[in-house]
C-alpha cells in the first residue's frame, strides 16, 4: 500500500466514527424529546380541574 492509500483509509475510519456518532446522537435526542413530551403530557393531564 502506498502513502495515499492510508491517507485515504484514515479518513474513512474518521468519516465513518463521525457518522457512527451523528446517528448515536440521533437517536437519543429522539428519545429525550420523546421522554420530554410524555413528562409534560402527564403534568398537562394531572393539572386538569377536576381530577
Keep these: 500500500m ?3 492509500l ?3 483509509a484514515g479518513y474513512g475510519v474518521i468519516l465513518g466514527g ?5 446517528v448515536t446522537l440521533a437517536r437519543r435526542l429522539r428519545a429525550a ?3 420530554s ?3 409534560r403530557r402527564d403534568a398537562r393531564q394531572g393539572s ?4
Design 18 to 22: 463521525l457518522a457512527v456518532y451523528a
Design 2 to 4: 502506498n502513502d495515499a
Design 48 to 51: 386538569e380541574p377536576g381530577r
Design 33 to 35: 424529546r420523546e421522554e
Design 6 to 8: 492510508f491517507v485515504i
Design 37 to 39: 413530551l410524555r413528562i
